[in-house]
């Protein structure tokens, strides 16, 4: 029974995050102050561990880390809010599979501007992810113009994505989990807010129902399933945790079809199973001959 907890763990946790969607299409409020409550309530679930330990790493962040960190959350902030209308504007299916495209083009990124090393398998799969996405796009929109906005605003938060995980990646071997986490979501709430006031979206007044799926957002894909899935890495290869971002958009996609009766379209299914393919080979390490 030990051996198959993290497994049981990464199922677990490939659920709760796939629910991050239809929490936000549930929500009757606007895509910013859903987010922006989203934020908010993940930044206060961070508190507890850093009251605990008297927020002693948090002391000892240099004025350059918490610049970074600040930097990174407005990023953060700016995924979100690309993402949460991009939900509300196009197919599940196609918003999530867009937004998950990030290690395509933290690849890409890598490679163009930090002069990384791709292997041939990756350059393979950013070939065939590129390739998904254009099919993806140009399908959608000879089926229904209308998904062009939605479309574009979840691969821009795809693009964000990868922003925000390439500019995390150095610091995250300097500063702890629990006071990343707290800085870059507190500072990611605020650049919400900030879009929310500018914006005059109502935020006041709002049901008992809407504040529930707040905390859902937070609670359910945050918390349970990224936390379930940094346990799992403790326990199973890394490739294998790294790769269960690939059942996000097939999750999130048969829970819209089960909930919303929203039924994928040929693009979906053909273009989006050309990008999981190419995320897959960007994502896992290639396999080494034998000598």
């Not at 929500?27 to 009251?51: E, M, Y």
């Not at 590129?130 to 605003?153: R, V, Y």
């Not at 971002?245 to 040929?266: D, H, N, T, Y």
Request: charged content about 10%; overall charge positive; some cysteine.
């Amino acid at each position: 029974m030990k051996e198959r907890l993290p497994h049981l763990a990464l199922g677990v946790a490939m659920v709760a995050i796939s629910l991050s969607a239809i929490f936000i299409r549930w929500s009757d409020s606007s895509p910013l102050v859903a987010a922006a409550h989203r934020q908010a309530f993940a930044t206060l679930l961070f508190l507890p561990p850093l009251l605990w330990n008297r927020a002693a790493g948090l002391r000892r962040l240099t004025r350059r880390e918490l610049a970074s960190m600040a930097l990174i959350g407005l990023v953060l902030g700016a995924h979100f809010g690309f993402f949460f209308a991009a939900v509300k504007a196009t197919s599940v299916a196609a918003a999530v599979l867009l937004a998950t495209c990030h290690p395509v083009f933290v690849a890409t990124i890598g490679a163009v501007v930090l002069g990384e090393t791709l292997s041939r398998q990756a350059q393979r799969g950013l070939a065939l992810a590129l390739a998904g996405m254009l099919l993806l796009l140009g399908g959608d929109l000879l089926q229904d113009p209308g998904t062009l906005h939605g479309n574009a605003l979840a691969l821009v938060s795809g693009l964000l994505a990868g922003a925000y995980y390439l500019g995390g990646r150095s610091l995250r071997q300097t500063v702890g989990l629990a006071d990343y986490a707290l800085v870059v979501y507190a500072f990611s709430a605020l650049a919400l807010w900030s879009a929310v006031f500018a914006a005059g979206d109502a935020w006041q007044g709002l049901s008992q129902r809407e504040y529930l799926l707040f905390g859902l957002m937070a609670l359910v894909p945050t918390l349970l399933g990224h936390t379930l899935q940094n346990w799992a890495l403790g326990y199973l290869p890394a490739f294998v945790v790294t790769v269960t971002l690939l059942a996000e958009p097939v999750g999130s996609g048969l829970l819209a079809l089960a909930i919303f009766g929203e039924q994928p379209g040929w693009p979906e299914l053909l273009g989006g199973a050309a990008v999981l393919a190419g995320i897959w080979a960007v994502a896992t390490p290639p396999k080494l001959s034998a000598a």
